[in-house]
């Protein structure tokens, strides 16, 4: 049973960092892609950014470029996303997918497992 937990999210103030976990279990990890997407109150879900099976590879999202980074470790199992100068325009459910024996993607529906969010508010 494959599972993706996501943690690290909270109130931050902008400009603030933070950053996000994603704990998996019951998949190849160390031969899976990681994503981050995220879903921001009545807009749909979004890319955020995704890694290559071995960390060598990664793509971000416009919005987050230069701000955000992807990360993942394969001992630990773990992927992350480091969040500086934090906006308004990030607060969203924040979500954890895994894509195994795949390489990275940007499209939601061809990421195969997904966690179930942790919520990120940047206030003013």
């Known amino acids: 049973q494959v599972q993706l937990v996501e943690s690290g999210g909270g109130l931050v103030q902008a400009g603030d960092s933070l950053r996000l976990f994603c704990a998996a279990s019951g998949l190849p990890f160390s031969t899976s892609a990681m994503g981050w997407f995220r879903q921001a109150p009545g807009k749909e879900r979004e890319f955020v950014a995704a890694i290559n099976w071995n960390g060598g590879d990664t793509g971000y999202a416009d919005s987050v470029k230069g701000r955000f980074t992807i990360s993942k470790d394969n001992a630990k199992k773990t992927a992350y996303l480091q969040m500086n100068s934090l906006t308004l325009e990030d607060t969203a459910v924040y979500y954890c997918?895994?894509?195994?024996?795949?390489?990275?993607?940007?499209?939601?529906?061809?990421?195969?497992?997904w966690g179930q969010g942790t919520q990120v508010i940047v206030s003013s």
């Open positions: 997918a895994a894509r195994p024996w795949s390489a990275r993607t940007t499209i939601l529906t061809e990421w195969s497992y």
